[in-house]
Structures are given as C-alpha cells and as structure tokens.
C-alpha cells in the first residue's frame, strides 16, 4: 500500500501487488529520485534491489516507534502509508537504515 503525494500534500493511495508487476510498473513512473519509506518488513529485499536499481532512495523505518507514533485500533495499510508520508514529510519519520539508491551504499542511522 502506497501514499501517492503531490508536493507535500496526500492526495491518493494505491495497492500494489509484487507478482502481477504492478509494484515495478509503478515505481519506473515516478521520476527519480524519489525518497520512499517504508515499515521494516521481512519481505522487502526485492523491493529495495529494485528501487537501487532505478535509482530511489528507500527509507525503512522502526515499524514499533512508527505503530506508537499515533493511536489507532488496528491495522490499516491505507491509514499506515498515510501516516508514513506524513512522517516523512514532517521529518519524524523513525529510519533504522536507508538505500540511497545507485551507489548501492547502506547506511546505518539513528533518530
């Protein structure tokens, strides 16, 4: 699940499913280079290699100081790519590590 900003403002969302290729379609639009952050997850290594490759620039984020940084009663993949734009954008978003992208250099932060 996806924020789609303009600017600084939200203005849609988007699923995105990695085996249909919608995930790669999507990220060849989106002029380069973009910073997108993301939840730590388990299953993303694919998706980093691919936005290395195009040439993004990935935050991955502490997915329990992002759950703690609002109240809300369970999880929606809409409101949480919400909230994680809006973190970025707000420059509160918790990085663990980020990708910056064609050099391929991993770089590990603290906030």
């Known amino acids: 699940m ?3 900003p303009a600017g600084n ?3 849609g969302w988007q699923k995105l499913v990695q085996a249909s290729g919608d995930a790669e379609r999507f990220y060849r639009q989106v002029a380069t280079p973009a910073l997108i952050g993301m939840e730590a997850t388990g299953n993303c290594h694919w998706l980093m290699d691919l936005l290395a490759e195009i040439g993004h620039e990935l935050w ?8 703690a940084s609002y ?4 999880k929606r993949d809409k409101r949480d790519a919400v909230h994680i734009l809006k973190l970025l954008v707000e420059g509160r978003f918790p990085r663990i590590w980020r990708n910056r992208g064609r050099d ?8």
């Open 2 to 4: 996806i924020s789609i």
């Open 9 to 11: 403002k939200f203005v």
């Open 60 to 67: 991955v984020g502490d997915a329990a100081q992002i759950r």
């Open 71 to 74: 109240v809300r009663q369970q």
């Open 104 to 111: 391929g250099v991993e770089t590990t932060c603290s906030n």
